[in-house]
């Protein structure tokens, strides 16, 4: 396990200074969430968020698994994606878990939550990390916002509303594309998951995620967008085409692309 830790420690180091490559890429007719153009730089690991010695790293492929072949063999969008690696066996933490987060703290800051209406992305899951010794078939990677929930009912200025999504629709290959308005729960962390109900203890759809928050002025803001796993069970897998309104962001070795909306290769 050190020798592990001492390497995918190396790695997510360097991914923050890869994704140092392409610079601001403007979408035509992007919705109110994400209007300025967006930097490849302005996404990397998020330092503060890094429990333990996980990879979030920009990466080519993968391919296959073995014997796949068609959309599924390859990644949706480009030659690359986004992969993640989490142990929950350190030694060294308590409780015994990793946690990582690859995310953009820049470009989506002070926009408005309420405004969001698309999310989704595409996952390469194995069927190790379905089995019951990692954690079974609803053991994926999350999307995370770090928000201002603003509002009456919320006595914070800072929540992080958690995308938890449901089984994976196929195992050792990649998955269409997963939509997070209509797969899976949703809930808050802290005193705002307390004050809207919508807790871990008891999820909501996304629908009811946003209509609690849609109390009184001034409305919910974004601080960050993010995709990542953690503290829970051991991953090792991919994610792609992180869709957030009509932006697609396209996960690749040598950065983060912008991309239309759409729901596969273009």
């Known amino acids: 396990m050190a020798a592990r830790s001492l390497s995918t420690r190396t790695r997510v180091v360097a991914t923050a200074a890869a994704v140092v490559i392409i610079g601001s890429v403007a979408v035509v007719g992007a919705s109110a969430i994400g209007n300025r153009s967006h930097a490849s730089e302005h996404w990397g690991v998020i330092t503060r968020n890094t429990i333990g010695s996980p990879v979030a790293e920009l990466r080519s492929g993968p391919y296959g698994s073995f014997g796949v072949t068609g959309s599924a063999a390859r990644p949706p969008f480009g030659k690359g994606s986004l992969g993640i690696y989490v142990a929950n066996n350190s030694t060294t933490l308590t409780p015994p878990s990793e946690k990582v987060d690859f995310g953009n703290e820049v470009d989506f800051y002070g926009d408005p939550l ?115 796993k953690g503290r829970d069970n051991i991953w090792v897998g991919a994610v792609d085409g992180l869709r957030i309104n009509s932006r697609v962001f396209d996960f690749e070795a040598n950065g983060v692309r912008v991309r239309g909306g759409g729901g596969g290769d273009d």
């Not at 999307?143 to 629709?169: L, Q, Y």
């Not at 946003?210 to 974004?222: G, H, I, N, R, W």
Request: with cysteine; glycine share 10%; proline share 8%.
């Open 114 to 228: 309420l405004a969001l209406s698309q999310v989704g992305f595409h996952v390469f899951q194995t069927g190790e990390n379905a089995s019951a010794a990692y954690g079974g078939p609803t053991n994926m990677p999350n999307i995370r916002f770090e928000i201002d929930p603003n509002g009456a009912v919320n006595p914070s200025n800072f929540t992080t509303m958690v995308w938890v999504p449901g089984p994976a629709p196929m195992v050792n290959q990649w998955s269409g594309y997963i939509d997070a308005t209509t797969n899976g729960s949703w809930y808050f962390t802290g005193t705002t998951g307390v004050s809207t109900g919508c807790n871990q203890a008891t999820m909501c759809t996304f629908a009811q995620a946003k209509a609690s928050l849609d109390d009184v002025a001034p409305e919910p803001t974004f601080y960050t967008v993010m995709v990542g």
